[in-house]
């Protein structure tokens, strides 16, 4: 078994003993998986008190392996009102954010790459390999089913929140003076130009799925095919049909369109798949999500796995909270998520749920 795959709660058994693993959605944010650690890095013996009476320094999930940054609200170096540049030097920062920008971050920091290596020096939860989240990393910590009038993130895990955009690494492809990351009002996704003043929440630990390149062929390739034109991620244990619905797998490639659907004509159409080994499903958003790649071909995803995907909108199962004719989705276009109404029409990528 890979060993990054037995980071997920079990959810089940999938086709050839593949265990298949809860993804947030599947299984909602608690204790189970996330641990509330001091300074020290330490777990709480506490998991349940208040931030207010007995603050932590961060969070590490079972779930990715990944430990995360708990923002302050005391005017030091972590503070939650501090805002940075991705990539500049201080001085040149200042000189383009200008007076606005420099307030919003610490008096001696004022760009991500320099926040980094304080946070590194000081030993955050004795830890010294604090960096930004990857673009997928991030949406890990996205509460999608937050009410209208939350915040896109659990404040009981994740207090002092500022509800804006925060930097991922992931540079956007399309214009590398851009670069992706989530803003979590409502937790869509988008690039901000490398200049403008973004907020930071960093990670320690191995990054989880490498989705920044575009690298989709030869030994470094998560996905294994096989004849019946499915394809297994060796990272989530997810398996996937490598055809969008409506097209056929002729041994080699996808032949044919994909169906474009409404929401109930997809799940109508999912009903009539059949598999000895789960029902074939929407994917969650964190589940579509995991298969973006920085675009290499004609879509963000594997062309390899995927062959014929097209540069369009997927369905998700996921309900967008601030509105219940809608649904998340995936636009595979550059990777963003987005939300549909139920009458709008989108492609769809089955994943297996196993019995």
Known sequence: MNPIKIIFLLCGIGALSIPIYCFPEDSPHTA????????????????????????WACVSDARTGLTWEVKTRDGGLQDRHHAYSWRLSDDATRQMGGPKLSVLCDSAICNAMDYVAAINRHGLCHRHDWRLPTRWELATLIHYLAPASARAILPEWFPNTVPEFYWSSTVDTRDRQYVWGIGFRFGFDYSYPKASPGRIRLVSGPPFIGNDTCTITGAHSRFTGDSNG??????????????????????????????????????????????????????????????????????????IAFPGTAAAPYWSRTPFASDPERRWAVNFVYGENDTLLHSDTALVRPVLRPR
């Open 32 to 55: 189970d998986y996330w641990s509330k650690l001091s300074d020290t890095g330490k777990p709480l013996q506490e998991q349940g008190r208040s931030y207010d009476s007995q603050p």
């Open 230 to 303: 499915t394809v297994l991620d060796t990272r989530t244990g997810l398996r996937w049909r490598r055809c969008t619905l409506g097209q056929q797998w002729d041994g080699a490639r996808c032949i044919g369109s994909g169906a474009v659907l409404t929401l109930s004509e997809a799940e109508r159409q999912l009903m009539t798949l059949t598999s000895e080994n789960g029902t074939w499903t929407l994917p969650d958003i964190l589940e579509l999500q995991s298969l973006i790649h920085a675009p290499c071909d004609t879509a963000a995803i594997d062309s």
